[in-house]
């Protein structure tokens, strides 16, 4: 027969590329048009000017695996792709590009910045949409979808509106987290806090008519020159008539009141507080109380403005301080400085300290949508993998505030809202509108800002659909079926697109919502540039190639655990992809010039019929790992079921059969194996894509293409547990001898002498009395006799299993005595190691305060000790 044979080295930079771009020639990743429910996920865009890190390479390689498994088990199946506009950090990408020629934005002014901006956006698009190609996604690119495109941009003016209409969107002036790096308003949950090192700084406020003093203590005694008030726990007997009475201000030289306010901790430091109404949002909350001015002391960058005397002015925060601890000192009014670490707010995006800011922004009224939201998980609309982030989510919107969704930027969805010169009324419309709508008047006058990335990509679900339009895709893909995401944007996207599902389609855009894990370092630490610790995910494809990349990723994402990860890590998925290639390339190599069998002239063996009964446990493993999104197992059931169970034992088993030179059997025994090989590649196709379909096209009878392929189902008519456990006990002989051979340092190309017992009434015992010459193969003996169990035969050890004992004659291959000292050594040191487990266990404060898992870790390595100390006392008795 012909063959096609692969070559001698796995090189997957030599077909991978091609087997996408057959993949991509044959529209294989469009759903069909099959009926039957559909299996949609649309990614979580990346940002357009970013690049896949490896964040981006698990998300995606979990994606893919979902995909192309419930693909080939036959439902339509659509993997939106699909990029983030990413207000903030685009247009600072543009501005930085423009200051290294020594300009600004406003140089070039708006129209012509945004030009840029889309030229820029295209230069990276390309790069993201070929990274993602070379990791093997399997997406419907003719379904590709951008924040900004002309379909999403009308479905985010659309809901603008509506929300509007309903009274859930509104303006005015609030106190916002202000990015003076971006110079835009951003929202509470785009700040991350991180700890710092600074100062609590004690200072003195003289009363107005020199009758003394109030010590306040601040981390910012810039922002004394916005104070509008000093405030008092109204029950703190220390300030009983002194309520009312007036301070003067420290260098701004104006007068404040000293007001009660049940806010204020009276037991921290001298129970008074500053209050700074545009810059602290508890004090925010208090001044309206108190109807206290609001004094912004800030510039847009974040320097000291107009508010503040003539001196600070145009300084930035951090000199400010400095010369006003200077200057209060001067005035003996500085107490002292004593170290503190505090919480401190930083831009998501910029990294800027960020300041609380007192500015006309437009904002979101959540409750509501966030009530709806809440619906879906108590009514079973929607099912968080792994469960306890429901918590998280529950506890989100139930705290919920509202959502500021304007920013000072010029890239992004412009607010359509047209203000009326004439009489100043704000038309809130879907298109530019050519009259107000008020007074009829065409003085209209577009807002300036921007919407926040977050209100485009929270409709993404339905969006990239279609909506607002009843398209037919939306009809048929939505609501999605699955959600793939880190735990770090559960509440930034997650939340806020059930709320948009909900509120403007009346569904949860999607049913399950799978939480992923983040990779970290070998140290557990977060990659970042800073600490160089990244790995460029395009890195290992090139190294290893795509499929290690996926495999190992997979592998390794255990529910609720991080993965700690270095570059050499991915030689796992790498070194069983090989395993795969020369399997596979072994086989082909070896089949006969006579041709396969047909399937029905096949004659299936015991051991022929345990590799399919193996084959069954695998599939139907991977079926319920996959069901409930447990990626590691589906990798630890692949890899131990090709690894193990077909190359070491069954392709091992094959061997003789496969080089018979009876054309029969060696016929029988290709057939076999190239079936268990081809559906075994269909199993592991989603993890391992390239690899899998390039060796499929090899393959005498191959499917047209893998992705497409059905997925092996579990048939019970070849499932034989009796078979199964002969072979099981075949197994477990075998590797008692070899950790023997291991234990006594026998070299493994020496021959044994073994004799071997079973049971007389073991259901195995004929299968193997039938397969001894297998069983000497196995264990590379010379010679297999057979006796009765209980018997001790002189110079031998004995190994005892389940109905079953095997005599290795070891005399003559080692040095006795040197061996019955090693295992008095060995057997003392396990004894000791099973006495601190023993302690371990016996402790009440352990056993109460461990984890369930971890004390059940303990007795699993207990029991396993104990019978490693058994298996070594019976050697040392054997060898007496």
């Keep these: ?183 835009t308003a951003i929202a509470d949950d785009e700040v991350e806090y991180k700890e710092v090192n600074g100062f609590l700084y004690h200072i003195r406020y003289p009363f107005a008519d020199g009758s003394g003093s109030v010590q306040i203590a601040t981390t910012r005694p810039e922002t004394l020159l916005g104070d509008s008030a000093v405030a008092v726990h109204p029950d703190d007997e220390r300030y009983q008539g002194l309520v009312g009475k007036l301070l003067k201000l420290p260098i701004a030289d104006r007068e404040i009141p000293l007001i009660a306010d049940g806010f204020v901790d009276r037991e921290f430091g001298t129970g008074a507080v500053k209050i700074t109404p545009a810059h602290d949002p508890n004090d925010f909350e208090a001044g309206h109380r108190h109807n206290l001015p609001q004094i912004n002391i800030l510039n847009p960058d974040g320097t000291l403005g107009p508010n503040v005397p003539e001196r600070y002015r145009g300084l930035t925060t951090v000199k400010a301080r400095k010369l006003i601890v200077e200057e209060l000192t001067e005035l003996g009014l500085f107490v002292a400085q004593e170290p503190h670490k505090h919480q401190v707010g930083h831009g998501y995006r910029s990294g800027a300290v960020i300041e609380p800011y007192l500015s006309e922004q437009w904002f979101v009224r959540m409750k509501p949508l966030a009530e709806k939201a809440l619906d879906a998980l108590h009514q079973g609309e929607i099912r968080f993998y792994p469960q306890r982030w429901e918590h998280t989510y529950v506890h989100w919107m139930e705290t919920i505030r509202d959502w500021c969704i304007s920013r000072q930027l010029w890239w992004g969805h412009q607010i359509p809202v047209w203000t009326c010169q004439a009489c100043q009324h704000d038309n809130v419309k879907t298109e530019a509108p050519q009259k107000c709508e008020k007074c009829g008047s065409s003085d209209l006058v577009q807002d300036t800002d921007v919407l926040d990335t977050w209100f485009s990509s929270w409709l993404w679900p339905f969006s990239t659909l279609g909506w607002p339009d009843k398209t037919p895709d939306l009809e048929r893909f939505y609501p999605t079926s699955a959600l793939v995401t880190a735990y770090d944007i559960i509440f930034f996207w997650v939340a806020r697109m059930i709320m948009a599902g909900k509120e403007f389609t009346g569904k949860a855009p999607f049913r399950d919502i799978y939480i992923h894990q983040l990779v970290r370092d070998k140290q557990g630490r977060k990659m970042s540039k800073s600490l160089g610790n990244g790995i460029d995910p395009l890195e290992i494809v090139d190294e290893f190639g795509a499929d290690a990349l996926k495999f190992t990723l997979v592998y390794m994402s255990a529910q609720g655990q991080d993965i700690l990860l270095d570059k050499e890590g991915f030689r796992l998925g790498s070194k069983f992809a090989n395993k795969v290639w020369n399997a596979s390339r072994y086989l082909l190599m070896n089949l006969p010039d006579e041709g396969l069998l047909d399937p029905e002239q096949l004659k299936w063996t015991t051991v022929d019929r345990w590799i399919l009964t193996r084959l069954n446990t695998a599939i139907r493993a991977v079926d319920e790992a996959m069901a409930s999104y447990k990626f590691n197992d589906v990798g630890h059931v692949i890899y131990e079921f090709f690894w193990n169970d077909f190359c070491d034992w069954y392709i091992e088993a094959s061997k003789r059969d496969l080089s018979s030179d009876k054309v029969d059997q060696r016929r029988q025994a290709a057939t076999k194996l190239l079936m268990v090989l081809e559906e075994s590649l269909r199993l592991m196709h989603p993890f391992l894509s390239f690899l899998t379909e390039e060796i499929s096209q090899k393959l005498p009878r191959h499917a047209p293409n893998l992705v497409t392929a059905p997925f092996p189902v579990v048939d019970t008519q070849r499932e034989d547990q009796a078979s199964a456990h002969a072979m099981q006990v075949l197994q477990e002989i075998v590797s008692g001898v070899r950790a023997l051979r291991s234990e006594f340092t026998i070299p493994a190309e020496k021959e044994l002498k073994v004799s071997l017992a079973v049971n007389p009434d073991a259901p195995e015992r004929s299968f193997l009395h039938e397969e001894e010459s297998l069983i000497r193969f196995f264990m590379n003996a010379e010679s297999l006799s057979w006796t009765e169990m209980g018997t001790k035969l002189p110079g031998a050890v004995k190994v005892i299993g389940t109905g079953w004992e095997a005599h290795v004659f070891v005399k003559g291959m080692v040095d006795v005595p040197k061996e019955r000292e090693k295992l008095k050594k060995t057997i003392e040191k396990t004894r000791k190691y099973v006495q601190s487990i023993e302690a371990k266990l016996a402790n009440s404060a352990f056993t109460a305060n461990a984890p369930a898992e971890v004390i059940q870790a303990e007795r699993t390595k207990r029991e396993e000790a104990s019978s490693t100390l058994l298996r070594l006392e019976a050697y040392l008795a054997d060898l007496g």
């Excluded at 990408?93 to 030229?119: C, I, P, Y």
């Design 1 to 183: 027969m012909s063959r096609e044979e692969l070559p001698k080295v796995y090189a997957p930079k030599d077909f991978e590329d091609r087997i996408y771009e057959f993949w991509l020639q044959n529209r294989l990743f469009e759903p069909s048009s099959a009926a039957g429910e559909p299996f949609t996920v649309v990614i979580p865009p990346p940002n357009v000017t970013g690049v896949l890190h490896m964040g981006h390479g698990l998300n995606n390689s979990l994606q893919d695996a979902l995909v192309r498994y419930w693909r080939m088990k036959g439902r339509p199946t659509l993997w939106v792709p699909g990029t983030d506009h990413a207000g903030i950090a685009t247009q600072q990408v543009v501005e930085r590009r423009l200051a290294k020629e020594g300009k600004t934005r406003h140089d070039l002014g708006r129209e012509k910045f945004v030009e840029l901006t889309w030229s820029v956006k295209n230069e990276h698009h390309a790069v993201i949409s070929r990274q993602l190609r070379k990791i093997g996604a399997s997406v419907d690119w003719s379904r590709e979808r951008f924040t900004m495109d002309e379909g999403l941009s009308r479905a985010v003016r659309e809901v603008f509106v509506r929300l509007y209409e309903k009274g859930l969107v509104y303006k005015g002036y609030y106190l916002v987290n202000w990015d003076p790096e971006a110079q």
